[in-house]
């Protein structure tokens, strides 16, 4: 049989009934459907799939099982390098990590690595196999780990199983960071995957406080000196929204992105009447910027019953940096993209709500530092969008909290902290950090990759200190 260079398409719920629920848009391979995707693996001597993968899973591997339908040895080959793989099939950019190395990507399309990883965690999951708790030494070192996201989890999950006793210290009220307020249910279930994930690391032995705040509760001195910490990582992400500094951002009616999508999903909007979350979509709904935040900012809009949702990006399709799968779903749910288009001005009304906002064409001139095309306004070309809210999601900074209360800890001049690329070590002894609070906003599985590395850092760091 010839080999197909097309993936095996993804069932999805349809574009018209999804735009006005929260359940889950891509539906998973079926057992069959998962076997024939392994099966368009060439099994190259040389796996290139692998380079493009932060957390290093060994790809074949794990697709080889699939094709002799050892799902159960997938999964544990996947959770050898990944503590989240029902995420990562989710959420992670494969396009741009593992598919985009692989071979059959030349002259057609990759192998759906993501859609095969999510496949095989799912149905582990559904089976709720027991996990088994790690036996502790008496003597086992303690590690504190701030922020319970992607960095945080990984880096604990790594931990636990080489035998530190671990406590995750969390701000919010539920654990998770971005994974539980940042991404749509519709993208990511709480319940069915983020909440399971981490119960299975719950149940390795790591510890979670939750309503914990770094910096304010305690500070990384006081982990260490007072707790009994033999080291600290430090995960906690990008939470703080930037915005443009246009006039008429404080009128009522604008948010960022971060708070919209935390009171949707943390406050269960998406489940009004059964929570009276204090959220309010009107009618046209404008979301500033180009990202997969951007792309789930205005898909939220429309679920919670907006009637016309604009994206409004200052360049061209093509440097759109969301994925290209949440660009179409975007358009298939009606989304309407205002492209080269850059707002100077939010309009209010005498009650001080949003009544529009004022924009400006751009065009592409020379490239820059970035290496895209920079966008340059047309002189003359101002209009008005008519809307009454606008949700700004042009990216995220560090909060300071916690480089301001820890003396020692070097930062840079945008707030994030300093921390070797390799071994995520910072500027203090015992103290590291990984992820969106060094790197600035990224990925999911970008600061799963640091967490890891944090990881074998930390059991190397300790040991020596042992010796």
């Not at 990008?238 to 915005?243: N, Q, V």
């Not at 779903?329 to 288009?341: P, Q, R, S, T």
């Not at 005498?350 to 064409?361: A, L, Q």
């Amino acid at each position: 049989m010839a080999l197909s260079l097309k993936k095996h398409e993804m069932p999805v719920q349809d574009p018209k009934v999804r735009a006005h629920n929260f359940d889950e848009v891509a539906l998973g391979y079926d057992e069959e459907t998962a076997v024939a995707e392994a099966e368009r693996c060439l099994h190259c001597k040389i796996p290139q799939c692998r380079k493009g993968c932060p957390v290093s899973v060994d790809i074949p591997e794990f697709i080889g099982k699939i094709k002799e339908r050892d799902f159960d040895g997938a999964i544990e080959k996947i959770k050898e390098a990944n503590a989240l793989p029902a995420v990562c099939g989710r959420v992670c950019p494969q396009e741009n990590q593992c598919e985009k190395y692989c071979v059959l990507a030349k002259k057609g399309e990759s192998v759906g690595i993501g859609r095969l990883e999510r496949f095989v965690a799912d149905r582990y999951m559904a089976k709720n196999e027991e996990v088994k708790p790690i036996e502790f030494a008496e003597d086992a070192q303690k590690v504190a780990v701030l922020g319970s996201g992607p960095s945080g989890l990984s880096c604990a999950g790594d931990l636990a199983k080489m035998g530190y006793k671990v406590t995750v210290f969390e701000a919010l009220h539920k654990a998770g960071g971005v994974l539980s307020y940042g991404i749509p249910e519709f993208r990511l279930p709480k319940d069915k995957v983020v909440k399971k994930e981490i119960e299975n690391i719950e149940k390795l032995g790591v510890k979670f406080e939750l309503d914990a705040v770094a910096g304010r509760l305690f500070t990384v001195d006081e982990l260490m000196e007072e707790e009994g910490f033999d080291a600290v990582f430090i995960g906690t992400g990008a939470g703080l929204p930037r915005f443009q500094g246009i006039p008429g951002e404080g009128l009522n009616g604008v948010y960022s992105a971060n708070e919209f999508l935390t009171r949707c999903n943390l406050m269960k909007a998406y489940k009004f009447p059964e929570y009276a979350t204090p959220i309010k979509v009107g009618k046209n709904v404008a979301v500033i910027g180009g990202g997969n935040v951007a792309m789930d900012a205005a898909r939220t809009a429309l679920r919670l019953g907006a009637e016309h949702v604009y994206i409004v990006y200052r360049r061209s399709e093509a440097e759109l940096p969301a994925r290209k799968e949440e660009v179409e779903h975007a358009k298939e749910e009606g989304i309407d993209f205002k492209l080269l288009n850059n707002p100077v001005e939010i309009l209010g009304n005498e009650e001080g709500w949003v009544s529009g906002m004022k924009c400006i064409r751009m065009e592409l001139g020379e490239p820059d530092e970035s290496g895209r095309r920079r966008p340059v306004p047309v002189e003359g070309s101002e209009f008005e969008l008519a809307v009454d809210t606008v949700i700004v999601s042009i990216g995220t900074g560090p909060n300071p909290i916690i480089a301001h209360t820890t003396p020692g800890l070097a930062t840079t001049k945008r707030g994030n902290i300093e921390a070797d690329e390799e071994s995520c070590a910072t500027s203090k002894p015992g103290v590291f950090a990984g992820g969106d609070i060094v790197t600035g906003a990224a990925t999911v599985i970008l600061a799963m990759g640091a967490g890891r590395k944090a990881a074998a850092a930390i059991d190397e760091y300790l040991k020596s200190k042992k010796k």
